[in-house]
């Protein structure tokens, strides 16, 4: 079992930065497919990123592709989200996920596990 705690979010401006970090437990986290998703107000949950396994190949959404950046240190078990020029419209609850098993494919069928969230919200 992976049990996973979001951190990082909170309120910024348009154009701003921030950096979410995702602390997971357990020790197969190597086996595991990660990714963030998001949830505005009225919305569903969407994809947003995803890091494979070990060699790290990464996709994302096309709406953040280009301004975020996902990365992986599997020595201390952290997923991070590098976003940068941010905007209202990222505003938004993100969650940390994982999938057991290789490959990049992340959609919210298929992820066994998620955090708790943080929030991030971004003001004109």
């Known amino acids: 079992q992976v049990q996973m705690v979001e951190s990082g979010g909170g309120l910024v401006q348009a154009g701003d930065s921030l950096r979410l970090s995702c602390a997971a437990s357990g020790r197969t986290f190597g086996n595991y497919c990660m990714g963030w998703f998001r949830q505005a107000p009225g919305k569903e949950r969407e994809f947003v990123a995803a890091i494979s396994t070990w060699d790290a190949t990464t996709s994302y959404a096309d709406s953040v592709k280009g301004r975020f950046t996902a990365s992986r240190d599997n020595g201390k078990y952290t997923v991070t989200l590098q976003m940068n020029a941010l905007k209202p419209e990222d505003t938004a609850v993100y969650y940390c996920?994982?999938?057991?098993?290789?490959?990049?494919?992340?959609?919210?069928?298929?992820?066994?596990?998620w955090g708790r969230g943080t929030q991030v919200t971004v003001s004109s």
């Open positions: 996920a994982a999938r057991q098993g290789y490959g990049l494919g992340l959609d919210r069928e298929n992820v066994n596990y």
